[in-house]
């Protein structure tokens, strides 16, 4: 076949974590700096801040392709070290982020337009990202195959249109970057995914795409039943805003505390050194950076207080909790456990 | 830092094995559709054959960085399905190769010079490839590290040198592709290994540099033992051209075979099916293909003979086994079981 492929000016890094086979993508502006970080995952989240900070990217946007259900999401966590906007699809209906986007929306990085193309199918909140030559297409398009349609209002018949009506409509030499590869590629090209795309390639029809997904019979992802809740917010409704930050103080949290319910809860999101010298009677310990293991525990409670010493890692964890789909949290957002003692509250 | 990064004209696909987490690079010249394929590992050679027949590839070059001591090579098995030429540094002391490179030689594909760097310090064998505005290093420079050296002649201070002599004169903006990255990163820069690799960034000296490597303590890889062998020749002094090809007949196999000791073997490298049809009698069968699980044993043999039914699998059986590093084989180079039952010698 004829081998024509784009070549971007956009810095691109692709990034794996070996435990899932996510490949996660720095893009960067090279005039600017400025970046965008796609599908970045929970564990990697020191390796891709290190490489954020060397390479001095002003990130600019988390993009998610979608809820995952292999691996729990950074995105929190990289908003609260970089001030990145978090990225969804509307359709994905997960709360908690900046930016829900729609069929054909843009963001800007330096000089760049990256378009968003909805691409549902794998799941019904899919989104492809397209710049510079180049599709981040997460799991509708993989190298020869597709993501599986029989979870998360997957379809067969949808994801057959998307792929096949925009994605094939893209130039024949735009780079593909999935989102995953289990036979260790890295990269196609649109090209090559119309002639060789094992599923859809070389012109099958609907039929035939969807009687293949029928028949594959997969095993779930092991870690579905913790990550698609831990990406999700749970849809029920309620505002982050209306308790953090300003409007909640230790003089709030004294009167809660006094009336603290069997279905309430008070964290200490210190460390357990500071902890010990003194807390809230009745406070439970879960330090900054631990609380991602609590979240199903944490679901149990009507209503979960947060504080700290400052508010910082207090709000902090808040965040991360709401993107694993928390919406029982109360955040002391800019005091702490001084102002308790300061106004000579009981101290366990 | 400054974000100056070389956009090569050359297609480059980067391909992974998830078990070793060695990387292997498609080069291809988009005008030409000539290509060179560097590091492929045994395991991939179904994957990597496929890639390059689905993109036109003519494969001029197989290269090889090293001896690795973690996978075991498909070059040999490459060479037999492309025509592709097997290169080693002549330092790595390879036999039955093709070319066996120096410092500063230079390789073609299309309109693309490949300048072969010698680096060696991970083992005295290391060769490095440049072409493009990239360096493909194999484990000489790794991402923000470099490779062990503790072993295959390695040396601290010869690797100090290849890397922050040869490698670091390079222009900044050179894109560096390593053998391996076990942080799930794919490239880096000249100029951000310069600055931030751990090892010999930042101008570490020679002496911190020597320090570190000395206390790595790591422990020796899974399939040294049967990798290095595999990828090594072991350098008896043998020709395999002597009995290749012309020179032994099934005519000759009969005489040897009429005195066959019990230190030799003869080798029917046919299907299974082919074999119970009737063989050479008291040959051992070994299908083309499985050849591999057999390098130990057959070691242990002062004489080896192959044999097929044209010629052709048991040739391409004897080149194999040449590259994994025996050197005790005589093919039957252009005729086979035909001949034989021809000759009305016995059958069993």
């Known amino acids: ?48 801040l290190s490489l954020i900070k060397e390479l001095g990217v002003e990130l600019h946007y988390v993009l998610e392709t979608h809820v995952h259900a292999d691996h729990i999401t950074s995105a929190g ?7 990145a906007k978090i990225v969804y699809s509307k359709a994905a209906e997960v709360q908690a982020i900046d930016i829900a986007i729609n069929d054909g929306d843009k963001l800007e990085i330096g000089a760049y337009s990256i378009t ?11 989104v492809s990202y397209v710049v510079d030559g180049m599709l981040f ?17 997957g379809s067969a018949e949808v994801l057959y249109d998307s792929i096949t009506q925009k994605l094939f409509s893209l130039p024949d030499e735009t780079l593909v970057y999935p989102g995953h590869d289990y036979a260790g590629r890295t990269s ?47 849809g029920i409704s309620f505002d982050p805003k209306r308790y953090l930050h300003e409007e909640f103080s230790m003089v709030d949290l004294h009167q809660a505390w006094q ?66 789909g928390l919406n029982n949290l109360v955040c002391v957002g800019h005091s702490g456990m001084p102002e308790w003692i300061s106004a000579d509250y009981p101290v366990e």
């Open 1 to 48: 076949m004829v081998i024509n492929v784009a070549r971007p000016e956009l810095l691109v890094r692709q990034l794996i974590d070996r435990d899932t086979w996510t490949y996660t993508y720095l893009l960067v502006d090279p005039r600017t700096q400025q970046g965008v970080l796609i599908d970045p995952v929970r564990e990697q989240l020191e390796r891709d």
């Open 188 to 234: 196609s090209t649109i090209a090559e995914e119309k002639r060789w795309n094992r599923r859809l390639g070389g012109g099958k029809s609907k039929a035939e795409f969807v009687k293949i997904m029928h028949n594959l019979n997969l095993d779930l992802p092991k870690k579905i039943n913790e990550a698609v809740p831990a990406n999700m917010e749970t």
């Open 259 to 324: 009336a603290l319910g069997q279905d309430e809860l008070v964290i200490d999101t210190r460390s357990a050194a500071e902890f010990s010298g003194g807390h809230v009677p009745r406070a439970k310990n879960i330090p900054f950076g631990d609380e991602g293991n609590y979240v199903a525990e944490l679901k149990n409670y009507k209503r979960v207080y947060l504080y700290c010493r400052s508010g910082r890692r207090a709000q902090t964890v808040f965040t991360n909790l709401s993107i694993m």
């Open 137 to 153: 297409c997460g799991d509708a398009l993989l190298i020869h195959g597709c993501g599986r349609t029989d979870f998360q209002q």
């Open 77 to 83: 966590m990289i908003r609260q070290q970089t001030g």
């Open 116 to 126: 968003a193309l909805m691409t549902p199918g794998h799941t019904n909140g899919c």
